[in-house]
Each structure stands twice: as C-alpha cells, then as structure tokens.
C-alpha cells in the first residue's frame, strides 16, 4: 500500500513537471536527421525569395521590407490581444528606412510607436551585436514605457519579482496552462540563456531561433511583453542569417495566422522531458509558410512595380492613383464602382466616371459577360502578345490553396498561389486563365525584356 501511495505521489510530480525542472534544462534532443532536411528545405525557399527580389530596384525594396517590418511588428502585438495603428508604425519605419511617407498616409508617430520600432530595429539592424539583460532591460522599458501593462503597474527594465502563471478558466475551474520558474531562479536562468546565446555556433540559426524563442518563453522572465520580446529575439537570429539585410518575410504574421496551434504547441512541449522535435517542427513550418506568404507579397508588389511602368504616362488624377494603388496592394478584392465609391469616398456617379476614364485608357478593362455590377480587371500589361510567352496554364489545387502554373518561355515553370474571389470566378467560367496570367504573372514581363535585350 505504502508503495501505491509513493507511486502516485511520484506519478502526480512528474505529470506538473515542467521543461525548466528535468535535468537536461537546455540540453534538449530532437530529431535531428529529420529536421535537418526541414531545414535545409527552408533555406532554400529564403533563398529563392531573396533571389526573385534582385529584380526590384532599391525603392522597391525598401517599399517591400517597410511592408513587412510593419505587419511583423504589428503582427506581434495582435498576438497578445494589443492593436496597434497600423499607420503610425508604417510611417516610423518608413522614416528610419529613408522613404518619403506616401501622400495617402502623411501621419505622425506617436512616441511609444517610435520606441516600439526601435525595437525591432535594435533586434534586427544590430543582430549581430551580443545580447545582454541591459539590452533587454532596454527593449521591455521601450514596450512599457509609462509602467504600466492596461490598469495595472509592472515592473519595468527588471526581471520581475512575482511568480507568474497562464492561467485560463473561470474561478475555481482554473486551468493552468504553463507556471513559469520561481523569480529567484529568473536571473541565473537568463545569464545561462544570454552566455548560450552569444557562445553557441554551431546550431544552424532557424534552429537557434526556435531555440531561443522557447528557452526565453519557458523563463518568462518580465511581467509582461515575454512574447513579443521572445519574438524579437526570433527575429534577431533570423536577421543573422539573412545577413542583416532588408527582411522580405514576417514570421509574427504567420505566427498570428497559426496562434491556435502556436500557443498548443508551446503548451505541450512545455510539459515534457528534453525532447522537443513537435516545437522545432512546427516552428520551422510556420517559417517556411511566412516565406511562402511573402513569395506572394512580393508578387504583388513585382506587379505592381510593372503596372506604374507600363502606364507611367497616363494621365490620372491623384484620387484614381489613390484607390488603385488600394487595389494594387491587395487590400481590396473586387474592383467595381460601389467598392469604388466607398474607397475614394465620392458619389456613385462619379466613380462611375472615373472607371469609365480609366477603361477608355487602357488601365482596366471591363469582365466580359456582365450588364449589372460589372466587375473590372486591372491591366498590369498592356501587350496583347504577353501571353504568348506561357503555355500549359491551369490552375489547381496545392495545400487547400488555388494556384496559377505555367510554363514561361517553353522551359521554366512558374506558379503563383491566386486570390480564393479569383478561383471561384475561374471556375464560373467568369475568368480565363489568359485574364489571370496578365494578373499574376505580370512580373514576369520584366524577365522578358531581359531576354530580348540579352539576344
């Protein structure tokens, strides 16, 4: 009996140990082999991203890392439940890039904005710089700059002094999802993480980024900000990698897009032994799919880049230039005159007129088949022998997304993932695949000029 009772005691400490208290803290195991090739995978998807982005001139990438900086950033903070204006931190990056604000976006930073870029620009313009509890004492002052977290006062450019729990539930139903280590082991614990992190060499960083990112989550070592601060730490390693270049990718992004499954994961790994294959996995995936997602931004803007040089002499007025640009941006799916109306807030009849003005010169053109809510499609390239440069088009099915593939000037095969509005208009038979090449591919009319000018 006595061995019974022993035995369950030892069975109930073991299912409330936490990762912190096996033995092996930081040794941790995984399936290396396996994650190995992940990896390799991985860097090679970056790679072809930063690849395709040699063909955008300065502005534009400049242009494009301002975009993702800002949804990282932004991203981040959602995460948590914190929204931030979206504008105001696009335009303190835009300032420390060196890019004049647009005219349909002239605001002003407020200052916490400004210190919470400066964060992001700490962790990923000076990535190479060592990491130290001063500079993460910086960070976490610049996050809560008044000491204050909502309604109440926290410790601020210090490791906290209180025990600190997840805890989700109504009362007396509680459930604890994760109860970080006592504050007294807080300080030796990071000065064991900042001394790995500045010595350790030999993990390939997309591992070390995971690494890291865990590793400072497990010590939840501030009373609030520990994930946007473990983030910027990912970040920090990932900059490493590319460089110290302009970031093309934003892993906050597709974090938020996966939060379920982020917060799972953690969750579970957390309350295991030294193996932790199921976090590395899932975080090198959410890696991999943020540089997929930007493999489409970027096409975007590539196509937006061709359609301001194709129609570079058109006379348009600075509010038809205002909502294409909307449009060219990907943050409006149907063009058509109401959408119009509300985005350039003006009367029906006027954007009626201005659509009109545009089709007579040649900047979009109307879908056929429609009388009523006629729907149109910009004109990235006005040749109408651009599609005579693929062939084979279609458009299938690939990890429950749609996707345009084609074969470009007979030998290389190109694919963009389409827009879910644009599949089901192909499938109605609304849309050819003629009208989504000039869409997708537009980019790729760049690569062409190339090749004639080369013969």
Known sequence: MDLIRIWAIFAKKMALMWIYETDNWMNFDWDKPR???????????????????????????????????????????????????????????????GIRNRKDCEVSPTHYIEGVVDVMFDATRNCNEPLTAERLFGWHCALFPSGRSGYYNINTGTYRKNDIAVVSGAFGHERVHYQAPAPSEVPAMMEEFIKWYNNDTSTPLII?????????????????????????????????????????????????????EYYDVLERVSRQGADISIWLEWYINCLKNAVEDSQNVLSRILNKSIFWREHALAQMSDRQRKVLNIYLDGKEAKLTAKNWAHLASVSDDTAVRDLLDL?????????????????????????????????????????????????YLGSTVVSERISKLDFELYQKGELTT?????????????NNAEHIAGR
Request: net charge positive; charged share 25%; proline share 2%.
């Open 434 to 446: 003629d009208h989504l090449l000039h869409k997708y591919m537009a980019y790729m009319e760049s």
């Open 208 to 260: 070390k980024s995971a690494l890291s990112h865990l590793i400072f989550e497990c010590i939840h070592p501030f009373d609030d900000g520990n994930g946007r601060i473990g983030r910027a730490i990912a970040d920090m390693t990932l900059a490493q990698m590319d460089g110290g270049k302009q970031r093309f990718y934003s892993l906050s992004r597709q974090i938020e897009k996966e939060k379920s």
């Open 359 to 407: 089709v007579q010169k040649g900047i979009i053109s109307p879908y056929p088949g429609r009388k009523r809510k006629i729907e149109y499609a910009i004109n990235f390239v006005r040749r109408d022998d651009f599609v005579r440069m693929f062939s084979g088009a279609r458009v299938d099915m690939e990890k429950s997304a749609p996707y345009l593939t084609a074969i």
């Open 35 to 97: 994650l190995n090739r992940l990896v390799e995978s991985t860097v090679r998807s970056v790679g072809f991203l930063y690849g395709r982005l040699s063909s955008l001139g300065l502005d534009d990438q400049l242009s494009a890392s301002a975009e993702n900086l800002t949804d990282d950033i932004v991203s981040s903070f959602r995460i948590e439940g914190v929204s931030l204006n979206t504008d105001q931190v696009r335009s303190s990056i835009e300032n420390k890039l």
